[in-house]
């Protein structure tokens, strides 16, 4: 079973991909007042949700699971780093593609609205966590550091979804639901929203799959040279 | 926990009055940033009084990455943290005195900053006497953040560099409700939610620094 989703979870999220582009590109009408600018909406959205919920959230989930004593294990530092890792993918495109939004929609590349500044800094509070993971440090302390920092990063993550709300900045509010749980989109504009999430979902688990497998195999390496240079030192010792 | 706390607010602080860290080099630095805002915003005095506000909170933000540093680097002497788990201190208890003492300093920080702002920028005296206790929050808040992260960087061996690339994200929300508080209490206004965002923020990373405090000094 776990080998059959670790086989079919990257074709299947390209299949959808695919099927994103070629209805947010083909199928769907251009909106009555944003024009074909609207497409990349299909695409924005569904990044953010990734990035600023999904991956800080799974990031902040392993963390803790490490940092408590009953379930510490080092799979769950390397699952939060490889969710921090492709987190920073999905950040940075999320405000790359609302920039190409924002220019033609708001007249700039960026403005000072609390959503994009908070964004933002999550971005670089989690190339701060890549950052401290590359310090020399021994696994265990470098584990327990990064899992404090990914738990501090994830505080940002409720003052980015209330931002629009706190601030009244010039970003929209919810995109698909309205606060009375009714769709604010209809028809192909919909389904094309919604097949985005999804799809953007599963490319966000195949690629922390794939980085974990690696990190993983990485630490492994590790240990097997590790094991080796003390034989060797062994060996040197006896003869 | 709270006899741990004041033990350790009072340590910090003795050694604070005996080193003087904070008079020769923190307050220097910090009066230092405020005049050089100052020259780069030229002399007209209604540039200066608008942006007296920003300019305040930038240079506590940037003072108190050093003094952050600074309280950190106490911690990090040989042996220091050894003897501290040998006396057995609660971890919580460590953090929030780490982090009273160094809301206090960064009071006195703030208020020779004020001052700063009084000759400088020319603001109005009752105003800035009015935005002291939204300034009180904010050094709260700061005190926790700092308090954290300096213990998170400690004894990386890249810490001078590492810390502020970390916390000054961190204290991005710090430096926005502090500047628009303090802005719209100088305007002769209140700091309305401004200081209940700081509240907000104080509570929350003082909450998390006592949880996770202890997991990081077993990695020092």
């Known amino acids: 079973m776990t080998r059959l989703v670790d086989r079919a979870l990257g074709p299947v999220a390209l299949l959808l991909v695919v099927l994103t582009v070629w209805l947010g590109l083909w199928v769907t009408p251009p909106d009555a007042t944003q024009g074909d600018i609207v497409r990349l909406l299909y695409l924005h959205p569904a990044l953010a949700t990734v990035g600023i919920y999904f991956a800080t959230g799974l990031a902040a989930l392993a963390s803790a699971l490490y940092l408590w004593p009953r379930t510490r294990a080092e799979r769950w530092d390397q699952l939060a780093a490889s969710a921090v890792e492709v987190g920073v993918v999905f950040l940075s495109l999320t405000l790359v593609t609302g920039s190409l939004w924002g220019r033609p929609a708001w007249g700039v590349w960026w403005t000072w609205d609390a959503r994009l500044t908070s964004t933002a800094l999550l ?46 900045g010039l970003h929209q509010g919810a995109t698909v639901l309205s606060a009375g749980f009714h769709f604010k989109v209809h028809g192909s504009m919909l389904w094309t929203l919604l097949l985005s999430m999804l799809a953007m979902t599963l490319v966000f688990a195949w690629m922390v799959l794939r980085r974990y497998q690696i990190a993983a195999r990485e630490a492994a390496s590790d240990e097997v040279e590790l094991e080796a240079a003390l034989l060797e030192r062994r060996t040197e010792g006896v003869s | ?14 050694i604070e009055l005996r080193s003087r860290v904070l008079l020769w080099q923190v307050v220097p630095f910090g009066v230092l940033a405020l005049v050089l805002f100052a020259l780069a915003l030229g002399p007209s005095e209604a540039v200066l009084r608008r942006g007296a506000p ?14 952050a540093s600074r309280s950190a680097g106490i911690e990090s002497d040989e042996g220091t943290r050894g003897t501290v788990r040998l006396l057995g201190l609660d971890a919580g208890g460590i953090f929030l005195g780490k982090a009273a003492a160094l809301a206090l300093e960064l009071c006195v920080l703030g208020a020779v900053l004020e001052l700063g702002l009084l000759v400088l920028f020319h603001v109005d005296a009752a105003r800035l006497a009015a935005s002291v206790p939204l300034a009180a929050l904010a050094v709260v808040a700061l005190a926790a953040v700092g308090t954290l992260y300096g213990a998170l960087v400690s004894g990386t061996g890249v810490s ?31 700091p309305g939610r401004w200081a209940v965002v700081l509240a907000v923020m104080a509570v929350v990373y003082g909450a998390v620094g006592v949880v ?4 990081l000094e077993e990695t020092a």
């Open chain 1, 123 to 168: 971005d670089v509070l989690f190339i701060g966590y890549l950052a401290l993971r590359r310090v020399p440090a021994d696994p265990h302390v470098r584990a327990r550091r990064c899992a404090v920092l990914a738990l501090l990063a994830a505080v940002d993550a409720p003052i980015v979804h209330f931002s629009v709300q706190w601030w009244n």
């Open chain 2, 54 to 67: 920003g300019l305040f909170w930038l240079a506590l933000l940037l003072a108190s990455v050093l003094a």
């Open chain 2, 160 to 190: 001078s560099t590492l810390l502020p690339v970390l916390v000054l994200p961190a204290l991005a929300p710090v430096l926005i409700a502090g500047e628009r508080g303090t802005a719209a209490v100088l305007a002769g206004g209140g």
């Open chain 2, 212 to 215: 996770l405090y202890g997991p």
């Open chain 2, 1 to 14: 926990m709270w006899r741990d706390a004041v033990l350790v607010a009072g340590k910090d602080l003795r």
